[in-house]
């Protein structure tokens, strides 16, 4: 069954279902996601970086090519304390403005190299710790997302993009997730990359 829904609103497994496909087109589900952030950026703040051209120039060059995996077309958020070698990564402090790292940290890298668009940085409780971020949660004005991984969660659940990373020390992930009404997956320590 295939969804009426703008592309911006389904879920993360039936956008890879289609883009596998070839229902859809990477560069239409980046446009719908933009287009979605352009209108609820200011009442949600959620990201403290946005690449538009890079992402929309990215699923250009996928739709052109081969699929190169599950996450091929894929738009996703990337919490500003990931390193991303375009674009700045500030660990959500202002000591950090403008820094901007020698490569992409290995998840990033990993994403890249199977499909995944990065849009841009979603906020972070500064260094992750207890200083609340600017992201509203989008259900309810005036009510936290939870942090650390606050601009992820707020994104993800506002439908400006159906992915994107968090960090967990200390409910960083599954807090937010569960204040936004999403699913925040932690996976196992080492599994990825250390």
């Not at 901007?100 to 979603?122: E, F, N």
């Not at 609340?132 to 650390?148: E, L």
Request: glycine share 10%; aromatic share 6%.
């Amino acid at each position: 069954m295939t969804s009426n829904r703008p592309l911006n609103e389904l879920d993360a497994s039936e956008l890879a279902r289609r883009l596998q496909r070839r229902d859809i087109t990477a560069e239409e589900v980046v446009r719908a996601c933009l287009a979605r952030i352009e209108e609820r950026e200011p009442a949600v703040q959620a990201w403290t970086h946005l690449a538009p051209d890079a992402a929309l120039a990215q699923a250009r060059e996928l739709d052109r090519g081969a699929l190169r995996g599950p996450l091929h077309g894929m738009p996703i958020g990337v919490k500003d304390l990931f390193d991303t070698v375009d674009m700045p990564t500030c660990y959500g402090s202002p000591i950090y403005a403008g820094h901007q790292p020698a490569a992409d940290a290995a998840a990033v890298a990993l994403c890249r190299a199977v499909g995944g668009i990065v849009l841009g940085k979603t906020v972070t409780t500064e260094f992750a710790t207890f200083h609340p971020g600017k992201t509203h949660n989008p259900h309810r004005a005036g009510h936290t997302p939870g942090g650390s991984s606050s601009g992820s969660a707020g994104a993800v659940a506002d439908c400006m993009g159906p992915l994107a990373f968090g960090t967990q020390t200390a409910a960083s992930v599954i807090r937010p997730a569960a204040f936004c009404g999403i699913v925040g997956f932690k996976p196992s320590y080492g599994s990825s990359s250390r």
